[in-house]
């Protein structure tokens, strides 16, 4: 840990000095798309028509109603917001305000994974958003479930390339990495909070699944260090703590907690597992042909054609799952949504193809233009995950939990949690990571149950980081989980541990 | 192994010796119950009244219908049969027969384990058998995976003090082991074959679960080794295999693998399992306190109030669960379960309070009455298990794998498996047994697919002996994960592998 201590340092004093640019926030990586604040540009007078304009544009980006939608009592927005204006890079976002009483309930920004997926195919529209969509790709029913239950949703494509998120530049999906993407989302918020001046000030919280273990703590990294924060355009951002699922958080620990799970979960043989220990270093300058072989015939031949990322629950074989449509069906009034939550006992059955239908429902025009997106006529179609980026990603850190134990001795909130059941980030890889921290524990390894009595998961409680687990849960738990997940969220937001029950 | 292979010679020297006595299985420990064999006392005029009696009672065992039972093609019978006259015991079993075909189909023998658990109350009324007791503890429905569509099944509530079972002489609760349960079991078997002829020479296999994993072997044992078997009344049961679910195999290899198990599924704390690794080495003469302390502290403070036997469903908190209720109702008339078998793709939905209707069902008297049970008057209510018999339990071996072994050698046929969801004897401490054999890989690790291109788990071969894994599937198999337990059991008595597919 000598080594990440110095790093810090090092980066520290560079921040200091280099002052007012954006720096690189992975060691050893340049940055590419370095620039100034935008605000640096502007004198006062600049500055109120461009608040005219940012409030203008927040009244065109909000949404009347979206094909296939039940009615709601909440506001939501979309649209661009400009990160790059000579490149002509912008970011496609969604705001779901909360259900009630928006004005006094958080903002939380969600960013999905990859690299290169979008947080409105995965986050909002299958995990912790308002609205799923059906099986049929054209109506949208409640998700009783909502996060927006509990907070102001802020969905982010992230970076561009990503779902809408384009820029004019097409080299640049070339050189797109971790700083870059961490530089854009902080430009991004800069300029959407001019558009949102009322979430000024608003507590504000980064949360995230998977390869976003990386995104949320580099963007977190980003607000916390400039050294600008005080006085400049981020000084209103109120950052008060990430939310990391089933992520992506040090290169070593993920890949031995993985085959570790794998052969404790029955996935692997035996012979296959010693072969894996024996002949993978997990570092990137000593992966092994014999490693490389090993890791493909486990999956190849041995775990068969199962959701990697959730376990012990159907695949989706044929892109629909026609069991599940009359389930589906049942969708609920907005009153009725009121009064359920919180906490129905039993969950909408689970659709392993549901991540099928916003591939359908995205690319509908009357959709996009409800949406406010696709607005320059992007020329490919919207996809959940972008695999040009995923190819092309540059610069991605072998461990971001240098970046937690900064964020932790700035006394953010910092939680893990962690559905027990993925293969793909398994909860041993996260636990490893976090035990390689060492930190102190302040409540031990305790089991934490739902409202109706049932083991929602387990926690410990570190000094200055929560890890939770989500029992059964595969990597998107917000989707395979909702009720947990829901009472995470809010034990999150409360800065409260997850519920406790006593032993009679 | 050395010591192993030596009592194993020591054995089988003492087998021939005493011929016509039965010997102790477990090592080391002498029988108490020890005596002739039934038929060395009867003249062959003696043997046909006998079997005209034996007759006689097999149509009296006939069940006419069980209370609210929806009709079905199939014969069933139940009732008594004494394994000791002079002592007053005798042992229930319940033959439901094969819903078609039953001539030409083998007979598998069900045992449940415990040690003091009824084979009715769980392989008949809540796994396997045909009917599947509704919540309301009156009505029985079909249950559309029944083994019985593959054999004619054959539970036994064993030993004494199971259940229906019962002695007159109630010192033998006390002295109640491993030994005199297969002694007695195999008595059981003797005289049934004598009520039931037209069973005699028919396949005949010896499955169970849990326990069963020391019941299952040691029966076997007692059938395959005794010298009289070729001339005498053992000459007629032609045993062909065991099948040996969630088994408890080795007192060492369980609780390596179980505490491994917790570990890796997240159940409890990094520090807690370094602890029981330190400290308890897994038997009994060596159990320290604290490793008493520390599987304590981890089943009180860590793992929390979930059904060890099956980690990701809900536990069973009320007794009974009002949800399931209107699924339950869905019952199938009988030309409907002709149609339905095989495999459905939608299992009915798991009832985590099932275990508690059998204990209302058949405690009442026109249940028993139709069943030909307690015609005794026993004074104790019937029970899915005896705590006493579980207190009082004498000799059990630390392991059994010397007769696999044994079996093995003498080619039976031995397939082993395990649902990788349960907490009480975990996949992990199977494999650890499994591997200790040092069996030659025949077919390796691979999985295994449903009729509906689903993972159902994974196998491998050995020479030998075939292993299984039910994915996602707890202790109780064909309760939890119907359709693939069903698929398991057909791929057993086929002696083929689990369904393969090829990779396309």
Known sequence: MARLSNLMLLLLLVWVVSAFTLLPISRGISVRTAGKWPYDHHDQSERTNAEKTALQQ???????????????GFDQYSGYVTVDAFAGRALFYWLVEAWTDAPNKPLVLWLNGGPGCSSIAYGAAEELGPFLIDPDASTLYLNSYSWNSEANLLFLESPAGVGFSYTNTSSDLNNTGDASTAIDASRFLINWFERFPQYKNRPFYIAGESYAGHYVPQLAHVLHNHPVTKKHSLSHINLKGILLGNAELDNYADSAGQIDYWYHHAMISYETYLGIKKHCKWNHEYYTDDCYNLLGYAQAYEIGNIDLYSLYTPKCLNGSNSRVISRHKRRLKGNEFVNQ??????????????????????????????????????????????????ALWQDTPDSVLWILKELIAAKLRVWVYSGDADGVVPVQGTRYSLNSLNLTIKSPWFPWYMPNQQVGGRSVEYEGLTFVTIRGAGHEVPLLHRGPSLVLFRSFLSGQSVPRQKRT
Chains 1, 2 share one sequence.
């Open 58 to 72: 927040q009244m065109a980006d909000k949404i009347d109603r979206l094909p296939g939608q039940p009615p709601v």
């Open 341 to 390: 939550i919180p906490n129905q006992l039993e969950e909408p059955a689970y659709d392993p193809c549901s991540e099928n239908y916003a591939e359908v429902y995205f690319n509908r025009p009357d959709v996009q233009k409800a949406l406010h997106a696709n607005t320059t006529g992007i020329s490919y179609r919207w996809t959940a995950c972008s695999s040009t980026l995923f």
